[in-house]
């Protein structure tokens, strides 16, 4: 069926991990299909304080990556060729970083609700210090496998310096940009959601098309990739600072709270 065939395919698994998802929930958590129309709506309001910010924000990423394809097919198709294997190398290699603010963001929220600041800070130090060690780690696999991963995929000409650019310099960058995912749960669970769809397009705009425009007219290709990243990182300074302002402020309210309420 050729390229239909893999559309079809990946329709038939995206319902399938859906089936299963569901199947899993109502059997491990006792989910209940009801129809009753008042708590649908009581719950979606609930749902979509969180849900709408996290939906602004994606919409954000599809842009940048669009600006970065259309510069990047000045250089032909070996330049894409080196995107698409770039994008399943960063799927692979910092898969955990993308897992971050699903996995931080209930922990967050669990401890907060029990009170245990203490608890919530310890989890994002611990956590900024995982992604540190992680995206270290990747980034030296990524130095010293990069020409064996072109090699693998028959990379070659610009489409081989591209890659290997991203493999030099991009894991660095990744570090940083790993670090963002812990101020996405950390502004998603301290009343400040909407900070992460503004990061994202400030990302997606002020961090990509500057950037990516300046890599391309310095270095060609191999520099526009490695130019988005380093706009991202950017973006996620400001981000990680904002972050650790808004938990710090976050705290000292809370334990105002307290000895307001003790007296």
Not at 3 to 26: D, E, I, M, Q
Request: aromatic content about 12%.
């Amino acid at each position: 069926l050729g390229l239909n065939g893999a559309g079809v395919a990946f329709a038939l698994s995206a319902c399938v991990s859906a089936s299963l998802g569901v199947y899993w929930v109502r059997k491990r958590v006792g989910l209940v299909l009801t129809r009753n129309l008042k708590l649908l709506r009581l719950h979606a309001v609930r749902t979509f304080r969180i849900a709408l910010p996290a939906m602004a924000a994606n919409l954000a990423t599809p842009i940048g990556l669009a600006y970065l394809v259309a510069s990047l097919s000045a250089f032909g198709t070996s330049a894409l060729a080196a995107m698409t294997v770039l994008d399943r190398v960063l799927q692979f290699s910092y898969c955990a970083f993308f897992a971050l603010p699903g996995a931080l963001a209930p922990v967050l929220g669990q401890n907060i609700g029990a009170q245990r600041d203490d608890r919530v800070s310890a989890a994002i130090v611990f956590t900024r210090r995982l992604v540190v060690g992680y995206g270290l780690t990747v980034w030296l696999i990524l130095v010293l496998c990069g020409a064996m991963i072109a090699d693998l995929y028959q990379l070659e000409g610009d489409a081989r310096t591209l890659f290997l650019a991203f493999c030099h310099f991009g894991g660095g960058l990744w570090v940083i940009i790993g670090l963002d995912f812990v101020a996405i749960a950390v502004f998603m669970t301290m009343n400040r959601s909407w900070w992460v769809p503004v990061f994202a397009w400030l990302r997606a705009t002020a961090g990509t098309v500057p950037f990516v425009y300046a890599g391309t007219h310095w270095f060609g290709s191999s520099g526009a990739f490695p130019g988005m990243l380093a706009g991202n990182a950017v973006i996620a300074l400001i981000s990680i600072t904002t972050a650790s302002l808004t938990a710090k402020r976050f705290f000292t309210s809370r334990a105002r709270a307290k000895c307001a309420g003790a007296h």
